[in-house]
């Protein structure tokens, strides 16, 4: 459903993308390619005294993550084609290097501002990088669809208590998962679900 209409008029201030795309690579790992632009809507004068021009890029970087089938970074590596303050903020990119080992479903959120708070890293950059975890379990839930009707038949679906809309005690779980529903129907009670669905909020 889309947003109503505004009641008044208004001028665009600023524009933040933000995009991931997911590949499978034929060694069997994933990459994740994460990418944030910001640009203004009006001319403005840099700190160096030049223009920057509406549309023109004020942030333009890129975080890749190579990620294991248990959701673990085997590679990372950041990039820039943009930036306020160009070589002084790009001289970060080698330190994200340091996210390889980090597990992208176990705390991975808290273990990035750790590491990359403050002066040791890039603000936007450890931001863009807080998208991933989501990103992967989507890019991943075709496969285990596809395991789970193979071979995990008996596995609670992960993603149920993920969220409202997957509540095991609601509407989608009674339609689509009766199994796991936990709610009442016809005055008795479903199945508990005794699983614990990966916390990806921290």
Known sequence: MSLPKPE????????????VQAYERTDGLMDLEAELVDFKGYDFHRIDGMINKAGDH??????????DAQYTIVDAQASYAAAPYDASCMAITPAYRDMVGMNLLKNFRRQVKERFGRTAGCTHMTELSQVLPTAAVQANAGARRNRAGQSDADKRPFQLDGCHALSTDG????????RWYTGRQDGEQGEAATAV????SS
């Not at 004020?58 to 990620?67: A, F, G, K, N, S």
């Open 197 to 200: 669905s990966p916390d990806i």
């Open 171 to 178: 509407p989608i779980a009674l339609k689509y998962y009766p």
């Open 58 to 67: 004020v942030h333009d970087m890129t975080l890749r993550v190579t990620i």
């Open 8 to 19: 008044t008029s208004r001028k665009l201030l600023h524009t933040r993308s933000i995009r």
